[in-house]
């Protein structure tokens, strides 16, 4: 199945979904050097993004949650490809500046992703594809 979305940062990447209802702070939520989320309040404590198509509403936090995006990237722990459900800038920097497709404006159903589901972000085309059955719509 293919959802349109808008593409912010372009690229193509596929990989496992990791999917959170909450927003994510990466300055505070997620460690720079591990990409593991390490706030023990966030639903995805304890779960690395490195290497996910990470499916989460958008980001909240101090504007230095850009870099470490950036950070995470160049250790090789970055997630493949982001989907928010709408964009802020400071994952869109982040997302910019690493290389990292991202895409926003999606159905919210997207939170209904099983995570370990197989999602291809093709941002350059501004779909995100979905096995199909992977969600009811």
Known sequence: ME???????GGCAEGPALV???RISFLGNVDPETGVVVDPAHELYGRSIAGVVLIFPGGK???????VIYQLRKRGMAPAAMI??????I????AIISDI???DRVPEWILDVKDGTRVVVDARREV????????KV
């Open 84 to 89: 928010n459900l709408k964009s802020e800038p």
């Open 101 to 103: 497709p991202l895409v």
């Open 61 to 67: 936090g101090s504007t230095v949650g850009s870099y």
């Open 128 to 135: 995100v594809v979905l096995p199909d059955g992977s969600v």
């Open 20 to 22: 959170t209802r909450e």
């Open 91 to 94: 994952v869109a920097v982040g």
């Open 3 to 9: 959802i349109k979305c808008h593409r912010v940062s």
